[in-house]
């Protein structure tokens, strides 16, 4: 038996020049070059370039670029199906494509690029709302938002789970500020309503209608023609409305400089959400000069005016009878009355006086007493004459029919305090007749 053994060549790799090994370098660093300059859509499983991607906003993404192309988020968006036909986007189409693009869908952001793709006065006519919504949500505000940001999810459900439809202002309100903050809300919103007769932002978002209507209340306050003045008025909501978007701005400025990592690729957002804030602070005081409505540019108001020296002041040059102080009643108030006798009860149980202190005290007390004894029989001479006076000034104009459109107070109500003590007098007489009697009897 012949045995035949083969044996087999080891096949050596064939040998490149050095201009082949330089040319595939080249082709290598190409292919190296063009993959970092591009990201690959996980949705078509295509690698394509920087620009056919939109930039993201989540601060965790590192690319910078949705993880979808544009391509497969507008197939999303007009719902584009396998007879490749292009339908006009609804709300639900564009929050599935924000979801894969991880982008906030915001629903008034949504009406208004509605209202932009249909206005033709604009000049900027886009085809749909969705290429309207993909601009406007990249802008600078609405930076280091995601999916999770929008306002279609309730608080405590996450971006699987069902979206609730509406917030009532009170979970909204007392979520975030509590039922104290609340109250004050809705008292403001009544007083802006009350002045206007109308409510200036019932369009605006619950959560920032605390903030607006406390603003507008205020400027409100300021002027007793405010109210009055619609060009004034309109000016006002409009500055109330810029100091909410600068707070919007700040608070957006503030989470992009906490982001240490990030901050030289939000340098330039940082810079323009500046340069936006600057513009509409310019806006405001040109609102505010020409309507009068700061303190600086106010050509009526006058120095002191709204403090309370002022306010008294103006209470009194407008002889208001109700803008009196009644000290009397303060005096006789019951309440206060009880409260001084408890303190006094308090004070004289936690003394511990001796004999000398005893008499010093009864001594400063019964000058004391002589003092308003004295005093008070000056003034019940001078009660005595003006009410004669008072008297023969309302006979005379009853005679004369004569009627004064005034709240005079009426002289029965001024002796009333006086009933009590005359009915007390009454019975304490009463009943030491009945017990003379008895003890004759």
């Known amino acids: 038996m ?11 790799p064939t040998k490149l020049t050095a201009a082949q090994l ?4 080249e082709t290598q660093e190409e292919k190296i070059k063009s993959l970092k300059e591009g990201a690959w859509c996980y949705m078509c499983d295509t690698h394509k370039a920087r620009d056919k991607f939109y ?25 584009i199906g396998k007879d490749k036909v292009e339908h006009e986007p609804d709300k639900n189409s564009v929050i599935e494509t924000m979801r894969y693009l991880n982008k906030p869908f915001l629903s008034k952001l949504w009406d208004s690029s509605i209202q932009e ?11 749909n709302g969705y290429y309207s919504y993909v601009k406007n949500v990249a802008m600078g505000q609405y930076n280091t938002l995601t999916f ?23 979970e909204l309100i007392e979520s975030h ?29 619950v959560a920032d209608q605390p903030f607006l209507y ?9 002027s007793e023609d405010a109210n009055e003045d619609m060009m004034r008025t309109s000016s006002a909501i409009s500055i109330v409305r810029g100091f909410l978007q600068q707070s919007k701005i700040d608070d957006t400025v503030a989470k992009l400089m906490s982001d240490i990592s990030n901050i030289e690729r939000n340098s330039a957002t940082i810079k323009s959400l500046q340069e936006s804030k600057g513009k509409i602070t310019s806006v405001i005081t040109s609102l505010a000069q020409d309507s009068c409505i700061s303190l600086k540019h106010n050509k009526n108001a006058k120095k002191g005016e709204n403090t309370w020296t002022g306010k008294i002041k103006k209470i009194k040059d407008l002889n208001l009878r109700e803008g009196e102080v009644n000290g009397f009643d303060l005096e006789t108030c019951k309440a206060m009355k009880q409260v001084m006798d408890l303190s006094n009860a308090s004070i004289m149980k936690t003394l511990a006086l001796d004999e000398s202190e005893w008499s010093d005290m009864v001594a400063e007390q019964r000058q004391k007493i002589v003092d308003l004894q004295r005093d008070l029989d000056k003034y019940i001479e001078i009660s005595r004459i003006l009410l004669r006076e008072n008297l023969d000034i309302k ?8 009627k004064l459109e005034m709240n005079l107070v009426d002289l029965n109500d001024l002796f009333s305090c006086f009933s009590e003590q005359e009915s007390e007098n009454d019975d304490s007489e009463n009943d030491s007749e009945s017990e003379d009697e008895n003890d004759e009897i």
């Open 395 to 402: 006979d005379y104009l009853k005679d004369k029919n004569i």
């Open 22 to 25: 330089k040319k595939k370098v």
């Open 117 to 127: 793709s249909e206005n033709l006065a604009s000049g900027k006519v886009r085809s």
């Open 2 to 12: 012949v045995v035949s053994l083969v044996t087999t060549k080891e096949t050596q």
């Open 177 to 205: 500020a509590g039922l104290d903050t609340y109250d004050s809300f809705l008292k403001n919103k009544n007083d802006v309503i009350r002045l206007l007769s109308y409510d200036p932002f019932e369009k605006e978002d």
């Open 148 to 170: 999770k940001d929008s306002d279609i999810f309730d608080n405590n459900t996450s971006e699987n789970e069902t979206p609730k439809e509406s917030t009532t202002e009170e």
């Open 214 to 222: 406390s603003q507008l209340l205020g400027i409100l306050d300021s």
């Open 55 to 79: 930039v993201s906003t989540d601060p965790m993404n590192k690319s910078g670029l949705t993880p979808i192309c544009k391509d497969c988020a507008r197939k999303i968006a007009l719902r």
